[in-house]
DNA sequence: CACAGGCGTTGGACCGTTCCAACGCGGCGA
DNA sequence: TCGCCGCGTTGGAACGGTCCAACGCCTGTG
């Protein structure tokens, strides 16, 4: 049994197929009656209209691309909740594309360029060269970043209030009596750590307080080297209360300098983080943190993208953080401990063994 | 100017579209001075095939369709990472069909089957039930379970070996001297969780040790409940000297209840998790953990359902772990501590401020 | 009664490929 | 010289929809 087409069920229901593609995109042009008859055909022979031949009569595909970078990032899938939602109460389907590399990438952007399968394009955490993206835009294929990396462009994009969730964040210290607040950086070349730091330095001046130069270290988001840098914090006199860290992966390798060092959180030292990723909730102990609402920018994005394929064109939103406040932050100390350890060394090579016997091998 | 069309290209070239076609689709039977120049002709006038039009006159898709549970499961990320290694050199896109629970399930999996979009599809960490996908398969389309929590069924599916992988990891503590293992278990209801506690009890058997029923304690993947769960276990009189995570995410709150309690990992508890997340080699101390090869498992996948939508099915593969040995594990200790403290306690409902002003909000 | 107008329906051109049967042509063997 | 063969090429019918101009019918109006 072949798959029925639409000529089929014209005949099943004794009309011509031009009315049955009407009753397909429901026009209003039809007799209610008729179009009864034609769904309940339809209906009891489990016909489907093939996309195929949809996309080509009409000239345009029922897909939008989404660039994702890996997918490994919380902030990715979080967001890809998002976008989902949106999509799947839309015609359209998602069709994924991974890119991990820069070469990838731009092979990336021209294949979907010349596939023209998408009619339209989602760039999810962005943080390659925009130039492609823009070209792309350009010629008429509507483009929309989320939550991306780089600097602002032309291109409409969805972020978190990274600015003022910092600026929150420091509010929230100053409350509780902090006034020797330190700043893990992230990349600064990305304009969402950016944004942070200028909200934490406006926090810092909006609660009365310097900004030692001192309390700021850059430790980008590897684990290893933060947790170096905040031992580093901590040894010094005068040393931070408060720290504030660029994300919540960041902050748990914060947390773990703070209690390596011999010292407590939150009653010696208060940690911050940004995001409220999952497991944030579950940490020891649990994370306050800035939550970045990434299914909502999921969401817009969507939203936007969708828009744009129908013609209406949006600049872009940023969306509103919230500081969900859990237990790793706390009154500031009367008089700060010293820490009683100095610093944290583990190596990092470990030994892999296979199921069949050992073996070596190196990893991160 | 508008798109071009394969008629376009055979006018420019002085050809008809016949040949055009035989170009595009390689044949040996065009001559080759003629193809070069028809590619010479596609390639200055940077000419694409509309995709619609191929599949329609084609009578297939190039689309594979993966479903995936959300995307925040790392591991979900890790295997996308293999699959779009594979996809990608294949003709065939990536439809990416999200479900979050059992209802959108059945419904995605009915709009997969009617839209007939997908020549294959790729269910990954498929923990619903399996009937609609059985009907999907019997009613011809390729299906390929990956990393399914199922219990194995008709479908081919690509899985680690994760009895063996426990049993390893049981391997590997008996050599370090520990007589006494515990074993937190996963949701029983998942096979894979099943596998590896059938490799903890054989594990144990070949290192000659008995199974103590008070030793093994169901926590589920929940933080909490593990984390009450081995502060139970910590008590024991006869108390474990290492404990066997049925994930890695479970092992973090496992590590957390040993420090709660006042011991030390591993000099006092030695702790394997399972799966090897990115984290794993970050945490604190870094984790022993079994490796699952969650990229191969993706390209194992992909490259069965791209060989069964070419008609060749294989039953499907289970792929061996590795035991990643860093420093969770060690030598069991001669005369075991006393834990100093016995419970953790952390309530679990943060206030979360938004940045215009302190309000209420209650979250896991 | 003739005619205009609206409503529901229809035939068929068209979208851009694939694929198959058929064709022209040059070389070769009878 | 003629017929046959194989190679490279070609015309045109699908593929399964959309969409537009046109059509028949029914009703209301002058």
């Known amino acids: 049994m072949r798959k029925l087409t639409i000529r089929d069920i014209a005949q099943l229901a004794g009309l011509s197929k031009s009315t049955v593609s009407l009753v397909l995109n429901n026009s209003p042009k039809v007799d209610p009656a008729t179009r009864e008859r034609v769904l309940e055909v339809m209906r009891s022979h489990n016909y489907t209209p093939s996309s195929a031949a949809t996309a080509l009569a009409r000239g345009r595909t029922p897909f939008i691309g989404m660039i994702v970078p890996g997918l490994t990032w919380h902030m990715v899938a979080a967001v890809n909740y998002g976008v989902a939602s949106v999509v799947e109460q839309s015609p359209y389907e998602i069709i994924l594309y991974t890119s991990t590399n820069e070469k990838d990438y731009t092979a990336l952007v021209d294949r979907i360029a010349t596939s023209g399968l998408s009619a339209g394009l989602l760039v999810v955490t962005h943080d390659q060269p925009l130039e492609p993206l823009e070209r792309l835009h350009r010629s008429g294929l509507p483009v929309v970043l989320v939550n991306t990396l780089a600097a602002p462009s032309e291109l409409p994009s969805v972020q978190a209030d990274n600015y003022e969730g910092t600026r929150t964040a420091l509010r929230h210290l100053a409350e509780l009596g902090h006034t020797r607040i330190a700043c893990v950086q992230g990349p600064m070349a990305y304009a969402c750590c950016e944004d942070r730091y200028r909200g934490y330095l406006d926090g810092l001046a909006e609660a009365g307080l310097d900004a030692d130069p001192a309390l700021t270290v850059a430790g980008g988001f590897h684990a290893p080297t933060v947790r170096e840098r905040v031992s580093d914090l901590l040894a010094l006199r005068g040393r931070p209360t408060a720290i504030v860290a660029p994300n919540d992966n960041t902050a748990y390798a914060v947390m773990e300098a703070v209690i390596d060092c011999g010292l407590r959180v939150p009653q010696d030292v208060s940690v911050v983080g940004f995001d409220d990723i999952a497991s944030s909730a579950d940490t020891h102990p649990p994370l306050t943190t800035v939550r970045q609402p990434f299914p909502e920018m999921g969401r817009a994005a969507a939203q936007l993208l969708l828009d744009a394929i129908d013609g209406d064109t949006a ?50």
Chains 1, 2 share one sequence.
């Open 315 to 364: 600049p872009g939103v940023s969306l509103p953080t919230s500081l969900v406040v859990r237990e790793s932050t706390g009154p500031a100390p009367a008089k700060p401990r010293r820490p009683t350890r100095t610093t944290t060394n583990r190596p990092e090579t470990p030994r892999v063994w296979s199921g069949l016997g050992p073996n070596i091998s190196t990893q991160r």
